[in-house]
């Protein structure tokens, strides 16, 4: 049976899975707080906003009233967007605060953003290759930069509040997300000419949409303790097959089963098993 929450806390609101999230609640008919770093105006969807950072335990004690959900998606998302030390110990913080001060306040359920980064390729200084395809999240990670390792710690930090509190919490590993506007076109087209340029990320992608009702899934649920859960789409962005891909670009991985077509190298049964989810918005050239 679906446990639906009363009032869900979005962090890192004004970002493109927040409002995602945001227009997702209000469908649902389900009151959301909005947090966010700096005050993004409008946010449609949440009928409270507090404005201040993730990491600072006295915003978010405030931010949590009356709430008994968290959708934790605040974070740096790239390694390039600030310094090493920025990245990773601001990401980090925001995850353990958000999850400490959610599980002092007895709520029982939360979703953590993570990323497919935490496996280590997209980010690493040199080509790294998986160990297997598809991958699954079992995969052994190879992390080398800030970003990877900030999601790593996030996941750890995750399965340690579960057990802490009792909480149960989802780590979603989102690859590249996007949506109306967002131009997978252009990512499409990119991987069409120089298909080299998605070989870290394995050519994968998710619509925001997909990826706000994933975290639905993760929330409402009847599942307990910790999980992280890879989630694309089906298929690659890529115009070549997959198998051609591998072939050209991860030569020598192992093949666990076969991808024909444009299958995505990511194992989603977990994702279909656990949450109930299959991604919907599906990128069509």
Same mark, same amino acid.
């Given at each position: 049976?679906?446990?639906?929450?009363?009032?869900?806390?979005?962090?890192g609101?004004?970002?493109?899975?927040?409002?995602?999230?945001?227009?997702?609640?209000?469908?649902?008919?389900?009151?959301?707080t909005?947090?966010d770093?700096r005050?993004?105006?409008?946010v449609?969807?949440?009928?409270?906003?507090?404005v201040?950072?993730?990491g600072?335990?006295?915003?978010?004690?405030?931010a949590l009233?009356?709430?008994?959900?968290?959708?934790?998606?605040a974070?740096?998302?790239?390694?390039?967007?600030?310094?090493?030390?920025?990245?990773?110990?601001g990401?980090?913080?925001?995850?353990?605060v958000?999850l400490?001060e959610?599980g002092?306040?007895?709520?029982s359920?939360?979703?953590?953003?993570?990323?497919l980064?935490?496996?280590?390729?997209?980010?690493?200084?040199?080509?790294?290759?998986?160990?297997?395809?598809?991958v699954?999240e079992?995969l052994?990670?190879?992390?080398?930069?800030?970003?990877g390792l900030?999601?790593?710690?996030? +996941?750890? &930090? %995750? #399965?340690?509040? =579960?057990?802490?509190?009792?909480?149960?919490v989802v780590? $979603?590993?989102f690859? *590249?997300?996007?949506?109306?506007?967002?131009?997978? +076109?252009d &990512? %499409? #087209?990119?991987y =069409?000419?120089?298909?080299?340029?998605?070989?870290?990320? $394995?050519?994968?992608? *998710?619509?925001?949409?997909?990826?706000?009702?994933?975290?639905?899934?993760a929330?409402?649920?009847?599942?307990?303790?910790y999980h992280?859960?890879?989630v694309?789409?089906?298929?690659?962005?890529a115009?070549?097959?997959?198998?051609?891909l591998l072939?050209?670009?991860h030569?020598d991985?192992?093949?666990?089963?076969?991808?024909p077509?444009?299958t995505?190298?990511?194992?989603?049964a977990?994702?279909a098993?656990?949450l109930?989810?299959t991604?919907q918005h599906l990128f069509?050239?």
């Amino acid at each position: 049976m679906a446990e639906v929450p009363r009032r869900v806390l979005v962090t890192g609101a004004a970002g493109r899975l927040g409002r995602a999230t945001l227009r997702l609640l209000a469908s649902m008919g389900v009151a959301a707080t909005a947090l966010d770093q700096r005050d993004p105006g409008d946010v449609p969807g949440a009928d409270r906003v507090v404005v201040g950072s993730a990491g600072d335990a006295e915003v978010v004690r405030e931010a949590l009233k009356g709430v008994d959900a968290v959708a934790h998606l605040a974070a740096i998302p790239a390694p390039t967007l600030d310094t090493p030390e920025a990245v990773f110990c601001g990401n980090t913080r925001a995850t353990f605060v958000v999850l400490e001060e959610a599980g002092r306040a007895g709520v029982s359920r939360a979703v953590v953003a993570s990323s497919l980064s935490v496996l280590g390729l997209p980010w690493a200084a040199r080509r790294l290759h998986p160990a297997y395809v598809p991958v699954d999240e079992a995969l052994p990670v190879q992390i080398e930069d800030p970003y990877g390792l900030s999601k790593q710690v996030d +996941e750890a &930090t %995750a #399965a340690m509040m =579960a057990r802490r509190h009792g909480m149960t919490v989802v780590a $979603l590993r989102f690859p *590249l997300l996007g949506g109306p506007g967002d131009k997978f +076109e252009d &990512t %499409a #087209a990119r991987y =069409a000419v120089s298909p080299e340029s998605g070989a870290r990320e $394995l050519w994968t992608y *998710l619509d925001s949409r997909d990826a706000a009702r994933a975290g639905w899934q993760a929330l409402t649920r009847p599942i307990r303790g910790y999980h992280a859960v890879f989630v694309t789409a089906p298929t690659t962005l890529a115009p070549q097959p997959t198998e051609e891909l591998l072939g050209r670009y991860h030569p020598d991985v192992e093949r666990r089963s076969p991808l024909p077509g444009h299958t995505a190298p990511v194992d989603l049964a977990v994702a279909a098993d656990l949450l109930g989810f299959t991604a919907q918005h599906l990128f069509a050239p």
